[in-house]
């Protein structure tokens, strides 16, 4: 779920053009494959998206924004629209707007509708085993039932404290001092190498997958664990002892391991940790070879 404002316009505006306009010194840019993000470092969870369109740009929010992320928006909408002279509509409204309206856009009433659009993302979740993604501008992260006391009454507090996690996790990979795993993936073939993973998977009453997902864990390094994009997909972890040693171990295996050790968990699924020590060599006699 999202909401966009609408700019027409065929003018063009540079980033730190946008940036001068706020005139607020805690806002900051980051650029993915789609369009610009800003943000509030330490209060934004997913950021304002910026796309460039053929027609002017497109300018909007995901569920799961932060009220800091709802205001911001508003404000690069008013500073975009005034910079490009641009014509400014709402995507669920025909009407016309000025830069200096749509700083105010909708009152607190547009603030609380967004609150509802990220309860509706919470109320998807049909089972334990279901798992929404909630992407950060930096760092994603999963939620799931457990997330909540009853999935049916879902409280404002308990979707606020979601986003306090979100935004704690947006600045944490912010930090120079921990390493960020990257998610991989492989094509299962017939004859695949993943044997015994495939054995493992049969064990349980699984479906051979069509994929394999995995990331690298080094012994006493403190990595953030990244989301899996497929769940219900195959997946494993590969532990690299400081000496270069490697084996896998089971992605479920794994956050067992990280849960019963207490290591920070955000939201479902992604982990601040460093394994060290017996932790780390626990684990580690448990794997696999290639």
């Not at 789609?34 to 929010?61: C, H, P, Q, W």
């Amino acid at each position: 779920m999202s909401f966009y404002f609408n700019l027409k316009t065929e003018n063009r505006v540079s980033e730190q053009a946008v940036l001068d306009a706020l005139d607020d010194q805690d806002v900051g840019v980051k650029n993915n494959p789609y369009g610009a993000v800003y943000f509030i470092s330490g209060k934004s969870l997913r950021g304002v998206m910026v796309y460039e369109t053929k027609r002017g740009y497109d300018i909007g929010l995901n569920a799961f924004s932060t009220r800091e992320d709802i205001k911001l928006c508003r404000n690069v909408v008013a500073a975009i629209g005034s910079l490009t002279q641009a014509t400014i509509k709402a995507q669920d409204d025909d009407t016309v707007l000025s830069p200096e309206s749509v700083t105010n856009y909708g009152g607190d009433a547009w603030v609380k509708a967004r609150w509802h659009e990220a309860k509706a993302v919470a109320l998807m979740l049909k089972n334990d085993k279901s798992t929404a993604c909630i992407d950060g501008y930096q760092v994603p992260f999963g939620i799931s039932r457990k997330d909540f006391r009853n999935a049916k009454e879902i409280s404002k507090a308990e979707i606020s404290a979601i986003q306090a996690e979100g935004v704690e996790l947006q600045s944490l990979a912010e930090q120079d001092d921990i390493h960020h795993a990257e998610l991989f993936e492989i094509k299962l073939h017939a004859l695949s190498v993943f044997r015994k993973l495939m054995r493992l998977l049969r064990a349980k009453g699984l479906r051979r997958p069509n994929s394999l997902e995995h990331f690298g864990v080094v012994e006493n390094t403190r990595t953030l664990t990244p989301l899996l994009t497929k769940p219900e997909q195959a997946s494993r972890v590969y532990l690299i002892s400081a000496s270069g040693e490697k084996r896998w171990v089971p992605f479920d295996q794994f956050t067992a391991h990280l849960r019963a050790l207490s290591h920070r968990e955000f939201g479902t699924g992604v982990f601040d940790t460093t394994l060290s020590g017996g932790d780390f060599h626990k684990l580690f006699q448990s794997g696999s070879e290639d």
